[in-house]
């Protein structure tokens, strides 16, 4: 049962990994660039739906087959159907003769997909000295492509094909710096561009493709300065190194226009160091300003996604601080992003999305002061570790006790040691996850919360059942005929595994946001505050689980089993209700206002959404409470196998 459950525990978190490749430091960026080259060199070759250059046409086929054919030869991910699917949608494009635009934005697209799904460094370690890189133009690059960089070098007059005229700002638009990089690096077949891979560092060739990629856009670029400092949108387009170097003008043309664009892109370029990475509240902030600009452009998906990055990306990281501080404004920010990104799909009025985005704008203002004043004081950290612990954990530990004093009730000791395993690999696992997620390729926000959306309504489903099979046997006497027929029973191999799952899936859901939201508070530098708010926690949940165990061996057993019927009746509701809230946050899941007050302890939600799942599990329990007193009328048959043990 186990090989079935992981993969369903762990589905989240797997989603958001995508794939790790193999070797692919070497294919993956010729792949990129051959899509590049496709995305900025076929206007040469189509206009109109009619060939204007048979060789470079040719040449695109052969790109658009033979980047397809390497895509195939990766090693194969959870991405590698759609990556498929979408080459064969950009080699149907070029044989159609189909317009320019259409086909960069296909080859662009493949290309950002296909480093998604196999992650390659694409920005440098350092930020670019475009001194330096200046330097190295003019010392070997200005003889074939100019002083200014317009192809008309005394060498390049007489090169075929002639150099590329860096600013020609229709070309360049399609060009990132990453792009320039690789060519640098690794040069372009059939013609007189070489590699400078051996004969530059990488540090060198960066800061040759920053200086090369400011050269069609110097007259904008002083304009950039004041667009950069005065706009959140920007921000959010541009968060950090990264994001400039894969930056492109007809990338950002949509959302900011044309000559903003290039305003922004030629000042960034030339100024690298002024695109200082953005996150928290401030992040929030830009990215939600950029979802209502998106929006108001009528691009409804993107501005979707940006509202989604605002609160995964922006608000989450920062919740252990947020939430030591102001709880309450925290589930209200929350709810109304959840809402915000459910009108925004869809389709609501123009006027009505801009006074959401107003309102969560002035939440997210009053939250980056909270957050402010919460960083670096001792006491806001060590609440906040204490309460993460305290609150996340208490969950599993009631699920695990309930499990522990069942078996001693039913004197059957050698199960013990299986649930005990269950909770011990859960707390493995989530560091070992994290540590992956962290260290490897970095775990989404939308993958944190699929992991404990999805665990937390799996463990719902199989308390539902645990709950329903111990009130029955809390009514009618019949624990008695379970008690005498099962504890002369051998422990078979399914009821171990099935003990050791539950007390698996209950712990890991928990363990593994708990520790990223101690990764978030370990940034303050308050580590012995954090590291006593963790001590504490852990001695109250110690204590919490010893009096329950305690308390457990002197009820009566009938009176156990009702009152651990109950415990796990209530605890399936709860995670209904935080499984729901986390695939909202994920985005999985629309969000509607519900009247209700937000009560996160109890998994009480204000959406509709979350009520209408935890009504629907109320029905169920009682439906099944129903029957089960009506079965008390019918004495239990000696024998009988119909009210066998989950578990057993």
Same mark, same amino acid.
């Given at each position: 049962m186990l090989r079935s459950l992981l993969p369903i525990v762990l589905f989240g978190v797997v989603s958001s990994l995508a794939a790790t490749p193999q070797d692919t430091s070497a294919a993956v960026p010729q792949t990129w660039q051959m899509l590049d080259y496709l995305a900025i060199d076929y206007a040469g070759a189509v206009k109109d739906g009619a060939v204007i250059s048979s060789s470079e046409y040719a040449e695109m086929r052969e790109f658009a087959a033979t980047a397809r054919g390497r895509i195939q030869s990766l090693q194969p991910t959870a991405a590698t159907r759609t990556l498929l699917?979408?080459?064969?949608?950009?080699?149907?494009?070029?044989?159609?003769?189909?317009?320019?635009?259409?086909?960069?934005?296909?080859?662009?697209?493949?290309?950002?997909?296909?480093?998604?799904?196999?992650?390659?460094?694409?920005?440098?370690?350092?930020?670019?000295?475009?001194?330096?890189?200046?330097?190295?133009?003019?010392?070997?690059?200005?003889?074939?492509h100019g002083a200014t960089g317009a192809g008309d070098g005394p060498a390049g007059l007489k090169l075929s094909p002639p150099p590329i005229n860096f600013t020609d700002q229709v070309r360049?638009?399609?060009?990132?710096?990453?792009?320039?990089?690789?060519?640098?690096?690794?040069?372009?077949?059939?013609?007189?561009?070489?590699?400078?891979?051996?004969?530059?560092?990488?540090?060198?060739?960066?800061?040759?493709?920053?200086y090369v990629g400011t050269l069609a856009y110097t007259r904008e670029a002083a304009a950039g300065a004041k667009i950069w400092r005065e706009e959140r949108t920007v921000r959010a387009e541009i968060a950090d190194l990264n994001d400039l170097s894969r930056a492109r003008v007809a990338q950002l043309a949509p959302i900011l226009g044309a000559e903003r664009a290039r305003a922004i892109v030629g000042y960034l370029r030339a100024q690298p160091d002024a695109a200082q990475p953005v996150s928290g509240i401030p992040l929030a902030r830009a990215r939600l300003a950029a979802s209502l600009s998106t929006y108001r452009a009528g691009a409804a998906a993107e501005a979707t996604q940006l509202a989604l990055s605002a609160?995964?990306?922006?608000?989450?990281?920062?919740?252990p601080q947020l939430n030591a501080r102001d709880g309450?404004?925290?589930?209200?920010?929350?709810?109304?992003?959840?809402?915000?990104?459910?009108?925004?799909?869809?389709?609501?009025?123009?006027?009505?999305?801009?006074?959401? #985005? *107003?309102? =969560?704008? !002035? $939440? @997210? /203002?009053?939250?980056?002061?909270?957050?402010?004043?919460?960083?670096?004081?001792?006491? %806001?950290?060590?609440?906040?570790?204490?309460?993460?612990?305290?609150?996340?954990?208490?969950?599993?530990?009631?699920?695990?006790?309930?499990?522990?004093?069942?078996?001693?009730?039913?004197?059957?000791?050698?199960?013990?040691?299986?649930?005990? #395993? *269950?909770? =011990?690999? !859960? $707390? @493995? /696992?989530?560091?070992?996850?994290?540590?992956?997620?962290?260290?490897?390729?970095?775990? %989404?926000?939308?993958?944190?919360?699929?992991?404990?959306?999805?665990?937390?309504?799996?463990?719902?489903?199989?308390?539902?059942?645990?709950?329903?099979?111990?009130?029955?046997?809390?009514?009618?006497?019949?624990?008695?005929?379970?008690?005498?027929?099962?504890?002369?029973? !051998? $422990?078979?191999?399914?009821?171990?595994?099935?003990?050791?799952?539950?007390a698996f899936i209950s712990v890991y859901r928990e363990v593994f946001e708990t520790i990223l939201f101690y990764a978030a508070l370990s940034s303050s530098g308050q580590g012995l505050w954090l590291l006593a708010g963790i001590v504490v926690g852990a001695v109250v949940l110690g204590l919490i689980g010893w009096v329950l165990l305690r308390t457990s061996r002197r009820l009566p057993i009938a009176t156990f089993f009702s009152a651990s019927s109950i415990l796990i009746a209530v605890l399936a509701v709860v995670l209904t209700g935080k499984g729901i809230a986390a695939l909202q946050e994920a985005g999985w899941v629309p969000v509607a206002r519900a009247p209700v007050p937000h009560i996160e302890f109890l998994g009480i939600f204000p959406t509709w959404q979350s009520l209408l799942a935890q009504l629907a599990i109320i029905a169920v329990l009682s439906v099944g409470f129903a029957m089960n007193h009506r079965r008390e009328r019918k004495p239990p048959q000696q024998g009988s196998r119909k009210c066998a043990n989950p578990v057993a």
């Open positions: 699917a979408e080459a064969d949608t950009l080699i149907a494009s070029v044989e159609n003769k189909s317009a320019p635009t259409q086909v960069a934005q296909q080859a662009h697209a493949l290309a950002d997909a296909l480093l998604q799904a196999y992650p390659v460094p694409t920005s440098p370690e350092k930020i670019p000295d475009l001194a330096r890189g200046a330097a190295l133009y003019h010392s070997r690059c200005e003889s074939c360049s638009d399609q060009r990132s710096a990453v792009s320039l990089y690789e060519v640098i690096s690794q040069g372009v077949e059939g013609t007189p561009m070489v590699s400078f891979a051996s004969q530059l560092s990488s540090a060198d060739r960066w800061a040759l493709a920053y609160y995964l990306d922006g608000v989450e990281p920062v919740e309450a404004l925290r589930a209200e920010l929350e709810t109304a992003m959840g809402a915000y990104r459910t009108a925004v799909a869809s389709h609501a009025p123009v006027d009505a999305i801009t006074k959401q #985005a *107003g309102e =969560i704008d !002035a $939440l @997210l /203002a009053r939250a980056q002061s909270v957050v402010a004043e919460a960083a670096g004081d001792a006491t %806001s950290i060590f609440i906040g570790a204490f309460t993460i612990l305290v609150r996340e954990g208490l969950e599993a530990l009631l699920i695990v006790v309930a499990l522990l004093a069942f078996l001693r009730k039913a004197e059957r000791y050698e199960a013990v040691r299986y649930v005990h #395993a *269950g909770w =011990i690999v !859960a $707390l @493995l /696992a989530g560091g070992l996850t994290w540590a992956i997620a962290r260290y490897a390729i970095s775990i %989404s926000g939308a993958g944190r919360e699929l992991t404990e959306g999805l665990s937390s309504l799996f463990a719902a489903v199989v308390l539902i059942t645990v709950g329903l099979w111990m009130h029955q046997k809390s009514v009618g006497g019949r624990w008695q005929h379970y008690l005498k027929e099962k504890m002369a029973a !051998a $422990l078979n191999r399914r009821s171990t595994w099935f003990l050791f799952s539950l």
